[in-house]
């Protein structure tokens, strides 16, 4: 034997004379084959195959055997020998041919040793991995890691063996198991299907089951199952489905005019009220031109109409509120307060626009006089201690305010009507008070002097006080409220706010004049109710 081996130049080899001598080696050194013969020098074959087997060594043996014992292969095998080999004491069969047996014995060890080092990566991967996991083979789960368990509250031993069918609810409207880990495959092997689980507890939870062929060459070999708890996203796309409905719902019954416009200018949506207001019936609208269908090219006063929807569509952001004039289906015109909201994509690009618009027309007054207050303003002063005559004369200076400004300049001001008293305890005043002292009878706001004072302060920051009455107790008054939690439109600015945070702790009602020009707006109760466009 060793001079055989010596014979072959690619081989290194070291020899022993005892079993003993050959353990303390293999503790110390790495070897590819262990070739013994049936008797050593101080122990048989077999004792030392169990000894080296005993102390962990996994490097393959090979038993000659010398001595032609029938029972000797058997023995060895069971012992942990790779194979036995018969030869000849004087070593004729020890040859080429044997030496190529060798390797491929040494090859095959190595492979088996990839594999089970590949093996018990792969189980401890998935074993730990935090998505429950699961081998199905002939509608028996084989192997389950310990994370599938723990979610379905069982211990490991109650589910090996089992039929994955008791994990689904008692109902029929569930798929068949075969279904959900059999059914059809995406582009890397994997079916995907959503079903209910249930636990052991009898709970159920709503599940994303994914499953593929462990080896789609050899399909006896079982499936792999994967499951994922979706039961929230299940509840938020429910939600989320219940709170469309609402806002479908909300949309289509609002007090309000919902739009959808696209870049070109066309209808992609109108709520019912939008239909009704306007005068079409349902879905007649869907797809018409904004110009021509519910506006004119021109309003009454010259304006051009279909250059503003352009600028508004070029410029959303500059009209993000916009007061003009519309038309009904019957030729009708109406005054509508829009407020417009641009929808865009992830380049930045118009996609469409959103406009919530609200009828301010005075329809039970002259149609071609939109500041009549006659149909709207019993409602913006009741409960309140504020006379028609004055809240009327209150209204007309703001109306000339806004129309002429001052000298010939464009000037924003503010009014507050009604609970005086309330009003001046949440002011301070910015400047010495130009109505303190005087007598009250030359205070009257109905006074034509008195309404040129006004005109001539509002040229100064803050705003006028005016009770119920008439009489004009303050100019350039500093609104001492909190408004960071107002809400108001886009594009109205902290005069307004500061109105609106007022009106919402006393009974006042507040009058604004955009400094911008071209509206009024009108406050009751911390928002807007009105607003008035201004045709200069």
């Keep these: 034997m060793e001079t055989f081996l010596h014979s072959l130049r690619e081989v290194a080899s070291t020899s022993v004379s005892s079993g003993q001598d050959a353990l ?25 195959l169990g000894q080296i087997r005993d102390h962990g060594i996994e490097t393959p043996a090979l038993l000659l ?16 020998a790779q ?6 004491r004087d070593g004729k069969h020890l040859n080429q041919d044997f030496f190529s047996g060798c390797l491929a014995l040494i090859e095959r060890h190595r492979t088996l040793e990839r594999l089970r080092i590949d093996n018990r990566i792969m189980q401890a991967v998935i074993a730990s991995s935090p998505i429950p996991t699961c081998v199905v083979r002939n509608r028996r789960i084989v192997w389950i890691n310990e994370i599938m368990a723990k979610t379905l509250g069982y211990d490991e031993h109650e589910l090996i063996n089992a039929d994955p069918l008791m994990l689904l609810p008692e109902s029929g409207e569930n798929p068949r198991i075969d279904e959900l880990i059999a059914g059809v495959s995406d582009e890397t092997g994997w079916n995907t299907a959503a079903t209910a689980i249930k636990k052991k507890d009898g709970s159920v939870f709503d599940a994303l089951l994914r499953s593929r062929s462990i080896d789609p060459e050899h399909p006896s070999l079982g499936t792999i199952v994967t499951g994922q708890d979706i039961s929230e996203y299940s509840r938020m796309k429910d939600l989320l489905r219940k709170s469309e409905l609402r806002c479908y719902d909300l949309v289509n019954n609002a007090k309000s005019i919902v ?14 009220f939008g239909e009704t207001f306007f005068g079409y019936a349902p879905d007649e609208l869907t797809g018409k031109a904004v110009v021509g269908s519910i506006l004119p090219k021109k309003s009454r006063s010259g304006r051009d109409l279909d250059s503003m929807l352009l600028q508004v569509m070029e410029n959303p952001e ?6 003009n004039e519309n038309m009904k289906k019957s030729g009708e015109r109406v005054w509508i307060a829009w407020s417009n909201h641009a929808i865009r994509d992830e380049h930045g ?3 469409e626009m959103l406009s919530i618009g609200n009828d301010i027309t005075d329809r039970e007054s002259d149609p071609d006089d939109p500041l009549s207050t006659v149909a709207w303003m019993s409602t913006i002063i009741e409960d309140t201690d504020i006379s028609y005559d004055i809240f009327e004369a209150v209204y007309s200076i703001a109306a000339e305010i806004s129309r002429d400004g001052r000298e010939g300049r464009v000037i924003g001001t503010a009014f507050l009507i009604g609970d005086a008293d309330q009003v001046l305890a949440h002011s301070v005043q910015l400047i010495l008070n130009p109505f303190e002292g005087h007598d009250p009878a030359t205070r009257a706001v109905s006074r034509s002097d008195i309404r040129e004072t006004i005109k001539e302060l509002a040229q100064l920051d803050g705003a006028f006080v005016i009770r119920g009455n008439g009489l004009v107790e303050a100019a350039a008054r500093y609104i001492s409220v909190d408004a960071h939690d107002i809400a108001i ?15 919402e702790i006393t009974r006042a009602v507040g009058i604004v004049v955009s400094q911008s020009g071209g509206r009024i707006s009108i ?13 200069k």
């Design 24 to 48: 303390d080696e293999l503790r110390t050194h790495q070897y590819d084959l262990i070739i013994t013969g049936s008797q050593l020098t101080d122990m048989n074959a077999i004792r030392f």
């Design 65 to 80: 055997d010398d001595r032609k014992d029938p029972a000797l292969p058997g023995k060895a095998l069971a012992s942990g």
């Design 83 to 88: 194979s036995v080999v018969t030869v000849h």
């Design 259 to 272: 739009l959808r416009i696209d870049p070109h200018g066309k209808l992609r949506f109108i709520n019912r």
């Design 318 to 323: 500059q009209y993000e509120f916009n007061v």
């Design 349 to 351: 690009d118009l996609v």
């Design 489 to 503: 439109p886009k594009g109205f600015g902290t005069r307004h706010a500061s109105i609106a945070a007022i009106t």
């Design 523 to 535: 406050f009751r109760h911390g928002r807007i109710v009105r607003i008035i466009p201004i045709e």
